[in-house]
T-cell receptor
Framework: SQTIHQWPATLVQPVGSPLSLECTVEGTSNPNLYWYRQAAGRGLQLLFY??????ISSEVPQNLSASRPQDRQFILSSKKLLLSDSGFYLC?????????????FGDGTRLSIL | DQQVKQNSPSLSVQEGRISILNCDYTNSMFDYFLWYKKYPAEGPTFLISISSIKDKNEDGRFTVFLNKSAKHLSLHIVPSQPGDSAVYFCAARALNTGNQFYFGTGTSLTVIP
């Protein structure tokens, strides 16, 4: 069966520090991969998605970036965090080719910027 | 531009009664619709989905209804249980855009024992 792992679960970082959140998927090949952010009291905002290694689409201009160095690994990064980067970050995967299959989410990372 | 909208941020229902969560969408190209359930500090869990070729899909206590002409989606939970208390997100996807799922802002359901 497929599983998705996301870490760390919680992270407290000072303003201006770098960020690296990692997500890996097991049990499937060539998945679509996604990074979302849920700000307090708000819905899920799509940040990045990837259909393959090295292929990243950005949905929201910001100081965050994403990379997919391996088929089942998705990394969210920042060189200098802002206070507004606080939130709950979620990684998700879905199958390819496109079919009526849901996205599956990791357990999320709670990021607090001080 | 919010293509999927959940206009009720919260809903309270007595245990044993029906919970009805609503969702509206604007993109007529959406062909696959989903509901997710989310507990605090956890990722959303897939609950139930429906293809645009259907108007109803049922799974146990959960039924999703799709009204394409009204661009409206609803989730019925019968009977509601305290463990159903969570935030529910509706989502939609258009096959011609393939890879993107569009989420609503969520409805927080509280089932009162």
């Amino acid at each position: 069966s497929q599983t998705i792992h996301q870490w760390p679960a919680t992270l407290v970082q000072p303003v201006g520090s770098p960020l690296s959140l990692e997500c890996t998927v097991e049990g499937t090949s060539n998945p679509n991969l996604y990074w979302y952010r849920q700000a307090a009291g708000r819905g899920l905002q799509l940040l990045f998605y990837s259909v393959g290694i090295g292929q990243i689409s950005s949905e929201v201009p910001q100081n965050l970036s994403a990379s997919r160095p391996q088929d089942r690994q998705f990394i969210l990064s920042s060189k200098k965090l802002l206070l507004s980067d606080s939130g709950f970050y979620l990684c998700a995967w879905s199958v390819q080719p496109n079919s009526n299959q849901p996205q599956h989410f990791g357990d999320g990372t709670r990021l607090s910027i001080l | 531009d919010q293509q999927v909208k959940q206009n009720s941020p919260s809903l309270s229902v007595q245990e044993g009664r029906i919970s009805i969560l609503n969702c509206d969408y604007t993109n007529s190209m959406f062909d696959y619709f989903l509901w997710y359930k989310k507990y605090p500090a956890e990722g959303p869990t897939f609950l139930i989905s429906i293809s645009s070729i259907k108007d109803k899909n049922e799974d146990g206590r959960f039924t999703v209804f799709l009204n394409k002409s009204a661009k409206h989606l609803s989730l019925h939970i019968v009977p509601s249980q305290p463990g159903d208390s969570a935030v529910y997100f509706c989502a939609a996807r258009a096959l011609n855009t393939g890879n993107q799922f569009y989420f609503g802002t969520g409805t927080s359901l509280t089932v009162i024992p």
